[in-house]
C-alpha cells in the first residue's frame, strides 16, 4: 500500500532556529514530491516541488530535498520566524496507474517569538 | 485575480439536503481536483478530472457527482446529505494529471445538521 507518513505531528522550536520537517513514503516509484503550508482555516499554500529525477528545490529560507531510494523527503527551514507557524504538508504522486496524490498527515509547526 | 476559487465558502444545511459546491481556475491548466479534508485534517482526493473526462474516482459514495462543464470548472453535487460528509472541501488544479504543482483553492467548510 502505498502511505506518506509525516513525523513528528507537532514541533514547537524557539524564533531564530533552524529546522526540518520530515516526509517518508513507502513507494520508492514517484512522479514527484510537493511540499505545502496550511494556515489555520485556510487552504492549502504550495511551497515546493520536487519532480522524481531532482535532488532538491529550493525557495528563500525553504530547502526541500528527496531522497527516493530511502523513501525520504526533508523540508529544512533557516532561521524561523513566528510567520511560519503553520501545518505543513507533504504531497506524493506514486507512478503507476492513474498518479493518485497521496498527502502525509502534516506537521503542526509552531514558532515561539 | 484569484487562481482557484470556490463557492460557497460556508455551507450549513440539513441532513437529507442536496447541495452542490463550484470550483473554478483561472490558471490554464487541465487538470482539477476534489479533496476531502476530515476533522483530523487528513486530506483524501476524492476526484480528479483531467480535459474534462474522469480520471480518478475514490471510494466514495455515489452521493458525490463530480461534473466538469469544461477546463476550468469542477463542480461537486452532493445528494441525500449525511452528517459525515461534514468536512471541508477543497478544490485544486494542475497542469498535467500529477505532473505539476497542484494549486488549491480556499475550501468550503460544509456543516450537515
Known amino acids: 500500500k502505498q502511505e506518506v507518513t509525516q513525523i513528528p505531528a507537532a514541533l514547537s522550536v524557539p524564533e531564530g532556529e533552524n529546522l526540518v520537517l520530515n516526509c517518508s513514503f513507502t513507494?520508492?516509484?514517484?512522479?514527484?514530491l510537493q511540499w505545502f503550508r496550511q494556515d489555520p482555516g485556510k487552504g492549502l499554500t504550495s511551497l515546493l516541488l520536487?519532480?522524481?529525477?531532482?535532488r532538491e528545490q529550493t525557495s528563500g529560507r525553504l530547502n526541500a530535498s528527496l531522497d527516493k531510494s530511502s523513501g525520504r523527503s526533508t523540508l529544512y527551514i533557516a532561521a524561523s520566524q513566528p510567520g511560519d507557524s503553520a501545518t505543513y504538508l507533504c504531497?506524493?504522486?506514486?507512478?503507476?496507474?492513474?498518479?493518485?496524490?497521496?498527502f502525509g498527515t502534516g506537521t503542526k509547526l509552531q514558532v515561539i517569538p | 485575480d484569484t487562481a482557484v476559487s470556490q463557492t460557497p465558502k460556508y455551507l450549513v444545511t440539513q441532513m437529507g439536503n442536496d447541495k452542490s459546491i463550484k470550483c473554478e481556475q483561472n490558471?490554464?491548466?487541465?487538470?482539477m481536483y476534489w479533496y476531502k479534508q476530515d476533522s483530523k485534517k487528513f486530506l483524501k482526493i476524492m476526484f480528479s478530472?483531467?480535459?474534462?473526462?474522469?480520471?480518478i474516482n475514490e471510494t466514495v459514495p455515489n452521493r458525490f457527482s463530480p461534473k466538469s462543464p469544461d477546463k476550468a470548472h469542477l463542480n461537486l453535487h452532493i445528494n441525500s446529505l449525511e452528517l459525515g460528509d461534514s468536512a471541508v472541501y477543497f478544490c485544486?488544479?494542475?497542469?498535467?494529471?500529477?505532473?505539476?504543482?497542484?494549486?488549491f483553492g480556499p475550501g468550503t467548510r460544509l456543516l450537515v445538521l
Open positions: 478530472y483531467n480535459n474534462k473526462e474522469l480520471i
Open positions: 485544486a488544479s494542475s497542469l498535467g494529471q500529477g505532473v505539476g504543482a497542484q494549486y
Open positions: 513507494d520508492s516509484a514517484i512522479y514527484n
Open positions: 504531497a506524493v504522486v506514486f507512478s503507476g496507474g492513474y498518479q493518485k496524490v497521496t
Open positions: 520536487i519532480q522524481s529525477s531532482q
Open positions: 490558471l490554464g491548466h487541465d487538470t
